[in-house]
């Protein structure tokens, strides 16, 4: 079972940066494929960044040029490094871990809390 817990959420300025961190408690979070979702109110949920069981990452083109996905496998965790934020990427941001590379939400099999990113 694997537990993933985000953080890195706040409110910015239009133009500011923020990092996000979803953090795994299992090991085999090494070779599994893991993605960052969002919500904004009245708006489904979308898939912002996903990176695959070799580390391939592949961005929305919605915040492309802007948002960076990486993984530290020392520590298990999933890094979302988002620059120059506008108020449209305002939303609860969620991580997930085991699922189909380019998955919906509802395909992984973990997925954490989410943690809030306000612009404005």
């Known amino acids: 079972h694997v537990q993933l817990v985000e953080s890195g959420g706040g409110s910015v300025q239009a133009g500011g940066s923020l990092t996000l961190s979803c953090s795994a408690s299992?090991?085999?979070?090494?070779?599994?494929?893991m993605a960052w979702f969002r919500q904004a109110p009245g708006s489904q949920r979308e898939t912002v960044a996903t990176v695959d069981s070799n580390g391939v990452t592949k961005v929305a083109g919605s915040v492309k040029g802007r948002f960076t996905l990486s993984k530290d496998k020392v520590v298990n965790t999933l890094y979302l490094q988002m620059n120059s934020l506008k108020p449209e990427d305002t939303a609860m941001y969620y991580c997930?871990?085991?699922?189909?590379?380019?998955?919906?939400?509802?395909?992984?099999?973990?997925r954490g809390q989410g943690t809030q990113v306000t612009v404005s």
């Open positions: 997930a871990a085991v699922g189909p590379y380019g998955g919906t939400w509802y395909q992984y099999n973990y």
């Open positions: 299992e090991s085999t979070y090494r070779s599994i494929c």
